[in-house]
């Protein structure tokens, strides 16, 4: 639904990393803009969406982002010792808290929106999910088990390699093995994925009650996943966490140096953007 694509870019910006201030700033028209691309707005909509888009921006600027800087400092604190798999499994916790709290704000425009759309828009943009589900499933099923294994690898040195610079071999080779643990779980994903679709639908045929199907559909996803999946998730986040935790344990002084000043830059953004706020 369209919290489904409001808040990737929403998140992009704001929990991925705020260095971008003027991105930020330009929030107000540039998800809108998104969004009608997506689902194709009129001119009313598109000045309704904005209208009942700046809550959310304003609240988020005001109350969430002090939230950041309070993660940022224990951070930064727990670089000071020995870096474990729970420590990096309670910054997890903290960026998900942060997601779900920013969902939890953006499902009433959701469900405005939704009121507002026209059957063939609704139609359209359920046909877009559909090819989406489509595209996923060509990307991802015809891997071969090398493929994935490879591109898991690529995907965990990358994100590594963003936050504390060039790693060392040990670095790599510990990435590898995390990238040769992870569960392979393509399948029971994309099922659980296009069982939500399905209900996605149902709900969005707009029969009396359908708010609150909405709102179900949006805050208990977990109701569609199968027992394979949250099995396979929850060993995948314990090997990753375990990885990052031994990857950042042994970093180097400089490597060191790098996450500091990543840090630092996230947190003058930061108050920057509160700052702006206020003035």
């Known amino acids: 639904m369209l919290l489904k694509k409001l808040l990737p870019i929403l998140l992009a910006c704001l929990l991925s990393g705020c260095s971008n201030t ?16 997506y689902l194709n707005l009129d001119s009313a909509q598109k000045k309704s969406f904005k209208t009942q888009l700046l809550p959310l921006l304003d609240w988020h600027r005001n109350e969430e982002l002090q939230t950041y800087l309070v993660f940022l400092d224990s951070l930064e604190s727990d670089l000071d010792k020995p870096i474990t798999k729970v420590v990096v499994s309670a910054w997890a916790d903290q960026l998900i808290a942060a997601y779900n709290r920013l969902k939890q ?34 990307e991802y099923l015809t891997r071969s088990e090398a493929e994935f294994r490879q591109q898991t690898y690529d995907n965990l040195e990358e994100g590594a390699s963003d936050i ?64 394979a999946y949250k ?42 953007l509160i700052a702006q706020g206020q003035g």
């Open 22 to 37: 003027f991105v930020y700033n330009q929030l107000d028209w540039l998800i809108p803009w998104y969004v009608s691309d």
């Open 105 to 138: 704000r953006g499902i009433p425009l959701a469900l405005d929106m939704g009121e507002q759309m026209s059957d063939l828009q609704l139609q359209y943009f359920i046909e877009s999910m559909y090819q989406r589900q489509e595209q996923l499933e060509d």
């Open 164 to 227: 504390i610079g060039r790693l060392a071999k040990a670095q790599r080779l510990r990435l590898q093995q995390a990238a040769a643990e992870i569960k392979r779980f393509d399948d029971a994903w994309l099922a659980q994925r296009l069982s939500w679709l399905q209900h996605a639908e149902k709900v969005l045929q707009r029969k009396p009650g359908w708010q609150q199907a909405g709102r179900v559909l949006l805050t208990s996803r977990e109701q569609f996943e199968s027992p």
């Open 231 to 272: 099995a396979a998730n929850l060993h995948n986040e314990q090997v990753i966490y375990a990885a990052i935790a031994d990857v950042l344990d042994v970093r180097t002084e400089k490597q060191d140096r790098r996450v500091r000043e990543e840090i630092a830059d996230y947190r003058r953004d930061i108050k920057k």
